[in-house]
């Protein structure tokens, strides 16, 4: 349906690219919506978000409220006389008299199936639930935090190996599908919108950095979980000598050890160079790390440099003191 006016609301890459795939297709972005630029980087820069920088590309008017709440927003957006509100990640909370100014309301691409994992971390709370499907959600948006009708649902398994940053590349390719399906048949799928199971809904509260402390009682298997959902936003960490050391690639192994949770059991060298630590059960085998202040690096490279922070017998902390 590319004769609508669509105002498009988003902030992040993820949200961009389906922004992307409204211009592909040729749909009528009258203007875009997204967060006021942040301060960010070690120089504390003030940086445009992704949708933003794909805006200006094409010349589309970017609007950056701190908030919708405010009268002024409200009547901003309402001269833009756009038919259709399309969110993707935008960020901040839609009123209802946001929701009701567009003739064909607004509607949300939501990374899970719902009514599972609404919240702001969907994908991250996928992973570490050790979820095996998870898809994205086309939905009518309504006051609620993702609670409105749905509109459409493409699935997609998770697989043993992906972690965020995989797993959004897979949710994005499928959202930017499903939302140009959705609109090439929304007079159809708005009449025949379903009703969300309420009781079945579980919340994706955005993760703390606390969270990604690993406790080495738990499973290897859970271990590797909380690993794969922190890729690229929060990544799991303990600590070794005193030092807070980021654990960014490894994988789950089913071998046992006596020793005490935490502990460096081995340092398998040659071309899959790994760092065995025992865990609660099992035995995680870590390939990928970063150091404080460092880029990350294998244990290959680690054990070749003779770094002497890996040391058989060692043990990791949840604390810095050693």
Known sequence: MPSLGIVFAGTPAFAAKHLQALLDAGHNIVAVYTQPDRAAGRGK???????????????IPVLQPENLKITQAQQELASLGADLMVVVAYGLLLPQAVLDIPPRGCINVHASVLPRWRGAAPIERALLAGDTETGVTIMQMDAGLDTGNMLHIVKTPISATDDRETLENKLAEIGCRGLLHTLKNLDTLQSNAQHQNHHESTYAKKLEKAEA??????????????????????????????????VLKARPTRAE????????????????????????????????????????????????????????GAVFNQHEST
Not at 45 to 59: C, D, G, I, R
Not at 215 to 242: C, E, H, K
Not at 262 to 287: D, F, P, W
């Open 257 to 312: 050890s006596a020793l005490p949770p935490g502990t460096v059991v081995k340092l398998a060298t040659g071309n899959h160079a790994s760092m065995h630590v025992s865990c609660g059960s099992g035995i995680l085998e870590v390939e990928l790390l970063q150091l404080p202040g460092k880029n990350p690096v294998s244990v290959k490279d680690l054990l070749n440099a003779n770094n002497p922070v890996l040391i058989e």
């Open 45 to 59: 820069n003030l940086q445009a978000s992704p949708v933003k920088q794909l805006a200006l590309v094409h010349n």
């Open 213 to 246: 402390l690993i406790d080495w009682n738990a499973s290897s298997t859970q271990i590797d979980l909380l690993v794969r959902a922190g890729i690229g936003r929060n990544p799991a960490y303990s600590f070794l000598n005193g030092q807070r050391i980021r």
